[in-house]
């Protein structure tokens, strides 16, 4: 895909996945290779497959064949050949190794803020409870949600859950944070807030692959953008290039153009 | 009459005590069985859901009654000979694990598909997601019908008089035979019933209001 990869091994390594529910097929043969400190965006269309591809990474999605690797390592399979899928503490481990923020939050609603960000740290990365606390404090605090540190989920506005969010999954020093359409389901007063925690963890240079249609945010923070149509990749490239009026990729022209229509 | 009665109490009180063992036993064998099937049943591969959802709908479709009779009378012919006791534990305890796996099945499936993904997507395995993200927030939603089961188990446990067991059901009988008064031992086993499963019903209730924070 890129050429620079070979300079700077992938953190996240991509390679000829595909994947059918059914005569469906979601994903064909999609590669892509993620180096560590970038920010690659996915855009398309609905059912282009962005979101399934993303699930793929943390394996909540298996897929039928190709290989994906962070960091050398396989996901979801024992081999990259083979179909047998890892034991079920190989895949909580592997999991860890990445944050996911999805669309719907998905904040535990019986534990507070807090509660949602030890949770994971004390089971998962074994810190006692004042450490994880601790911890907890720290990227509340990042993002803007100090005072919150007690309240249960549903005392939060949805910008300010989806903060937690962000915080729940970072707070795991994941390798690579997943990002699933993280403010499609916000009401647009409240997107900003959370765009800027995502565009300040970037500048701390956490490696990010996200599902977006917020294309201004899109062209500001990512290093590429990735365009996908009818389960695969169609263009990759810097944002100023896939983003810019003209480019040969019909596909892409039309997505663009219908894009701007329903949103300016 | 009174005098008979107060003559009969610690005899009562007996009876009163076998059916506080059976009942007990009986709910917390299906709750364990029960919780541990009903987990089978919504997470387990096809061939253990397929076992599950079969045993569940054959016990229930089930009279008690019936249940009871089968597992003394029924069973022996396969060798398994209980003794009255335990043959009736055993009948009212797959009777109330078909229903504990459903009261399970139907508030695990009350939380979202989301709250599972997210509790793997923080690297926690499957025990530790049912313990820390579902089962906390299943709990509300399971306990209104598990209680209601539980005072349901009390009452069914009058059953096994029917097998000549001595509960409380069996020592009122047999004060009426002897006092031939049954309306006031009737009503007086009527209210020890009514206290036993009115107490359960406030904690209930109690328990509820204090997990209702819980909101989605």
């Known amino acids: 895909m890129s050429n620079a990869s070979h300079a700077n091994p992938a953190l996240l390594d991509v390679s000829d996945v595909s994947k059918a529910?059914?005569?469906?097929v979601v994903l064909r043969s999609?590669?892509?290779?993620?180096?560590?400190?970038?920010?690659v965006t996915i855009i398309g269309?609905?059912?282009?497959?962005?979101?399934?591809?993303l699930r793929c990474v943390n394996f909540l999605e298996s897929y039928d064949s190709g290989s994906i690797r962070i960091d050398g390592k396989e996901v979801g399979y024992r081999e990259a050949g083979t179909r047998q899928r890892r034991s079920e503490r190989d895949l909580a481990t592997m999991r860890a190794e990445t944050g996911m923020v999805f669309q719907s939050f998905n904040l535990f609603p019986h534990l507070t803020a807090a509660g949602n960000i030890m949770l994971g740290l004390r089971k998962v990365r074994g810190k006692s409870s004042a450490e994880a606390r601790a911890i907890a404090e720290h990227w509340l605090g990042r993002v803007g949600l100090a005072h919150k540190a007690d309240s249960l989920p549903a005392e939060l506005s949805g910008g300010q859950q989806q903060r937690v969010g962000i915080a729940r999954a970072v707070a795991m020093e994941p390798k690579i944070l997943l990002l699933d359409e993280i403010t499609s389901a916000l009401d647009p007063e409240l997107v900003g807030e959370v765009l800027e925690v995502v565009r300040s963890l970037a500048e701390d240079g956490m490696t990010m692959l996200m599902v977006t249609h917020e294309m201004a945010f899109a062209r500001d923070a990512s290093s590429r953008i990735v365009f996908m149509a009818d389960g695969g990749i169609s263009a990759v490239g810097p944002p100023a290039e896939i983003l810019a009026a003209g480019f040969e990729n019909e596909r892409l022209r039309s997505f663009l153009a219908r894009f701007r229509a329903s949103h300016f | 009459m009174l005098g008979q009665i107060a003559?009969?109490?610690?005899?009562?009180?007996?009876?009163?005590?076998?059916?506080?063992?059976?009942s007990l036993l009986v709910v917390v064998l299906s709750l364990v069985v029960g919780v541990v099937m009903g987990v089978g049943l919504v997470y387990g591969p096809a061939p253990l859901r397929w076992v599950v959802r079969i045993f569940s709908d054959t016990i229930r479709g089930i009279p008690i009654l019936v249940l009871i009779f089968f597992v003394y009378y029924g069973l022996p012919a396969v060798g398994l000979r209980l003794e009255s006791f335990w043959a009736a534990v055993l009948a009212l305890t797959l009777f109330k694990t078909a229903?504990?796996?459903?009261?399970?099945r139907g508030a695990v499936g009350s939380i979202p598909k989301g709250q599972s993904e997210a509790a793997m997507?923080?690297?926690l395995t499957f025990r530790q997601r049912l313990t820390y993200v579902i089962?906390?927030?299943?709990?509300?939603?399971?306990?209104?019908?598990?209680?209601?089961g539980v005072t349901d188990a009390v009452k069914?446990?009058?059953?096994?008089?029917?097998?000549?067991?001595?509960?409380?059901m069996q020592a009122i009988n047999q004060v009426i035979g002897r006092t031939y008064e049954a309306m006031p031992l009737y009503i007086l086993g009527a209210l020890v019933y009514f206290a036993v499963n009115y107490a359960l019903s406030l904690a209930s209730r109690r328990l509820e209001r204090r997990f209702s924070f819980i909101r989605e």
Do not use: M
């Open chain 1, 45 to 53: 269309p609905s059912g282009s497959g962005k979101t399934t591809l």
């Open chain 2, 156 to 168: 069914g446990s009058a059953l096994v008089s029917l097998l000549g067991i001595t509960d409380l």
């Open chain 1, 21 to 24: 529910f059914g005569s469906v």
């Open chain 1, 30 to 39: 999609v590669s892509l290779k993620v180096t560590r400190g970038e920010v």
């Open chain 2, 7 to 22: 003559y009969a109490l610690p005899f009562l009180a007996e009876g009163f005590a076998v059916t506080l063992w059976v």
């Open chain 2, 99 to 104: 229903q504990v796996i459903e009261y399970l």
């Open chain 2, 121 to 123: 997507a923080i690297g």
């Open chain 2, 135 to 148: 089962f906390p927030q299943a709990f509300r939603r399971f306990l209104p019908p598990w209680i209601n």
